[in-house]
């Protein structure tokens, strides 16, 4: 009898414990997985929003590049821990991009504040030197949309063009 309810009690006792873990695991999750594929999809449709620019004024498509955007990524996290926007280091992430991928030239745009993919595109058109990177001669970009604790988005395009690559010439 006593074996039993020792096994009766253990198997209650796993159980109450795999749902505890599990029930709180879901909610961490799920919180992490809804601002995740938000800032994901905000930065698709930044993606999305310039090479639709581009390709009205003729300009061929950026491709997406993964160390671009880790670049991006990076330099993203480095402005909300510094609480402002700056190119800080810029040079450093070019100098990657001539390394790693071939890059014949660079360009960064940066931004926050904005709620929306549109509002920061918006933005970044309506300033000449964005502008310029946005519908340069660049081929890849890397995008990173990062909110800080105040719920306050902050944006990096990392923007080059591959040696040899005959796109947008």
Do not use: P
């Not at 950026?62 to 955007?69: D, G, I, P, Q, R």
């Not at 390394?99 to 000449?128: I, K, P």
């Amino acid at each position: 009898m006593k074996i039993f309810r020792l096994k009766t009690y253990g198997v209650l006792c796993c159980f109450a414990l795999v749902v505890a873990i599990t029930s709180c695991s879901k909610d961490d999750i799920s919180e992490e997985n809804i601002e995740l594929s938000e800032t994901l999809s905000m930065a698709d449709e930044i993606l999305q929003l310039v090479n639709a620019h581009r390709a009205s004024i003729g300009k061929n498509a950026l491709s997406f590049n993964t160390l671009a955007n880790d670049l991006a990524y990076e330099h993203t996290l480095y402005m909300i821990d510094q609480r402002d926007i700056s190119h800080d280091d810029f040079d450093e992430r070019s100098d990657r991009l001539f390394d790693e991928e071939s890059a014949s030239r660079t360009g960064e745009n940066v931004a926050y504040g904005q709620r929306s993919a549109q509002a920061v595109m918006d933005a970044w058109l309506n300033s000449a030197g964005h502008r310029r990177n946005i519908e340069g001669e660049f081929t890849h970009i890397g995008i990173a949309v990062i909110k800080n604790g105040n719920e306050t988005y902050y944006f990096t395009q990392l923007f080059f063009k591959k040696r040899g690559d005959s796109n947008n010439i």
